[in-house]
């Protein structure tokens, strides 16, 4: 080997050593990536289709729909229903306790017939169907998220 040449893979410059490193950089990368994403899905919560097969209707007992739950925030809950009789609207407690929406813009009121409501905190979240009649006839939902 003439004096002037290097071997591949020597310590003297090749470049060898500094392009494992950036490889062992980028791969931390992106399993540190990977990760941070990981806990990302587990905040999306679960899904929860009210009142089942039966969905946001008259005639369902939501006190037994919600038995056995737990909520927790980043959790959904999809309102499935006809939009030509029904709505869901989130309100206070009072607004629960009394069959009340709010005034108009103080409160979200849903009206597609698909609704997908994503709890945001702890607490107690309130919904009813605003249509006259159908909360006292109890279509309404309390929703404790833990």
């Known amino acids: 080997m003439a004096a002037g040449r290097r071997g591949r893979g020597s310590a003297s410059g090749g470049g060898g050593g500094a392009r494992a490193v950036v490889a062992a950089a980028a791969l931390l990368c992106a399993a540190a990536v990977l990760l941070a994403c990981a806990p990302a899905a587990e905040a999306a919560g679960a899904t929860y289709l009210v009142g089942d097969a039966a969905g946001w209707t008259h005639n369902v007992d939501y006190g037994q729909w919600l038995a056995g739950k737990?909520?927790?925030?980043?959790?959904?809950?999809?309102?499935?229903?006809?939009?030509?009789?029904?709505?869901?609207?989130?309100?206070?407690?009072?607004?629960?306790?009394?069959?009340?929406?709010?005034?108009?813009?103080?409160?979200?009121?849903?009206?597609?017939?698909?609704?997908?409501?994503?709890?945001?905190?702890?607490?107690?979240?309130?919904?009813?169907?605003?249509?006259?009649g159908h909360c006292q006839a109890g279509m309404k939902l309390a929703v404790k998220v833990y």
């Open 70 to 132: 737990t909520f927790h925030a980043g959790d959904t809950l999809v309102f499935k229903y006809n939009a030509t009789y029904h709505d869901v609207a989130w309100v206070s407690k009072g607004g629960y306790r009394h069959c009340v929406v709010s005034p108009r813009g103080r409160a979200p009121v849903y009206r597609t017939g698909y609704d997908a409501v994503r709890l945001p905190g702890a607490g107690t979240h309130y919904f009813i169907c605003g249509s006259p």
